[in-house]
Nanobody
């Protein structure tokens, strides 16, 4: 079993920054890719960014390109999402997830463990 817990969400003005963290427990995650997804009210959950087991490969949604950066902690059991130049349309609950494999993945069904989510609200 794997437990994932997100933190770092909050309310920020447009143009501001937030850093989300995802801490894992229960099983080492060094062998797996990790990802961030988000879900806005009334919308489906969507892919944001993912990072490979090694940390060298990343994939990201076009909507966050150049603004968001995913990274892994040194112990590989923590994943971060640095969010800069935030926009009101970034408002959503953000979830971290453990991938089934070692490479970055963009589909929900490629992930098998999820956190509870953390709310990010960007005001205009």
């Amino acid at each position: 079993q794997v437990q994932l817990e997100e933190s770092g969400g909050g309310l920020v003005q447009a143009g501001g920054s937030l850093r989300l963290s995802c801490a894992a427990s229960g099983r080492p995650l060094s062998s797996y890719a990790m990802g961030w997804f988000r879900q806005a009210p009334g919308k489906e959950r969507e892919f944001v960014e993912a990072i490979s087991r090694s940390g060298f490969r990343k994939s990201y949604a076009d909507s966050v390109k150049g603004r968001f950066t995913i990274s892994r902690g040194n112990a590989r059991n923590t994943v971060y999402l640095q969010m800069n130049s935030l926009k009101p349309e970034d408002t959503a609950v953000y979830f971290c997830a453990k991938a089934r494999g070692a490479v970055p993945a963009g589909r929900i069904d490629e992930y098998d463990y999820w956190g509870q989510g953390t709310q990010v609200t960007v005001s205009s």
